[in-house]
């Protein structure tokens, strides 16, 4: 479980500059917790570091994760 503790701060850092901030922790600290604490790197793209992240996909199948 501890490896989860480090989804808030990535996803702090991947939402910081969100419109939706709210939304955006919620959906990125599912994300990392389903990605075994991988998060891309910087506010936007880089989602090939974490392949599990990126192919994540909404209900309406779209990408879930911010």
């Given at each position: 479980m ?15 500059k ?5 939304l955006?922790?919620?959906?990125c600290?599912i ?23 990126r ?8 990408p879930?994760?911010?």
């Amino acid at each position: 479980m501890h490896e989860f503790a480090a989804c808030g701060g990535k996803c702090n850092v991947r939402c910081s500059k969100a419109s939706q901030h709210d939304l955006c922790i919620k959906d990125c600290n599912i994300c990392c917790q389903k990605c075994n604490g991988c998060v891309p790197s910087g506010t936007f793209g880089h989602r090939d570091e974490c392949p599990c992240y990126r192919d994540m996909k909404n209900s309406k199948g779209g990408p879930k994760c911010p």
